[in-house]
């Protein structure tokens, strides 16, 4: 059956297209100004599994960085000989810290923001300390996971 008029006027069809378009550019904007800001937004893992012997002669009073995700995690020996294992990226914006050994201190560039060594906040701008991650040795492989995440390897 043919319908002797249109079901959809050319004002009805102009604007759905106009405010479509719109609707598409302002979300593809919105998408990209939060992929600007948050880059490692659901990028994280839960854990990581690494080499063992690829930290084992680490010195004391110095990091060695590790893939975590998109981002950046430290593997941190103290000048006391205790590990630590955390998130190497500043808790303000997501900046990657650095580790002063000179001063004992993690330092983030972006804002002058400061952590202790045990990545507390002290200074600037960060709101919260660096996330720190629990250290399981297994073999020869080495797990940081993230706190209350529990992992199990399969077996060789
Ligand atoms: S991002 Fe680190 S202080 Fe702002």
Redesign the pocket.
């Known amino acids: 059956m043919k319908l002797k008029y249109s079901l959809i006027t050319r004002r009805t069809f102009l604007n759905t297209l106009f405010f479509g378009w719109i609707a598409a550019f302002f979300s593809g904007t919105l998408y990209a100004l939060m992929k600007f800001a948050f880059p490692t937004l659901g990028k994280e893992p839960d854990f990581v599994v690494l080499n063992r012997k690829d930290f084992t002669d680490l010195a004391n009073n110095s990091i060695k960085r590790f893939p975590w995700g998109g981002t950046v995690g430290l593997y941190f020996k103290k000048a006391d000989g205790t590990i630590l294992a955390m998130k190497g990226v500043?808790?303000?914006?997501?900046?990657n810290?650095d580790y002063k050994p000179a001063e004992r201190r993690f330092y983030?560039?972006?804002?002058?923001?400061w952590f202790d060594e045990n990545g507390k906040n002290i200074k600037?701008?960060?709101p919260k300390p660096l996330e720190i991650f629990v250290i399981t040795e297994e073999g020869d492989k080495l797990i940081i996971a993230k706190k209350g995440v529990k992992v199990e390897l399969p077996k060789a």
């Open positions: 500043c808790s303000h914006m997501e900046c810290v983030c560039p972006c804002h002058q923001g600037g701008p960060p």
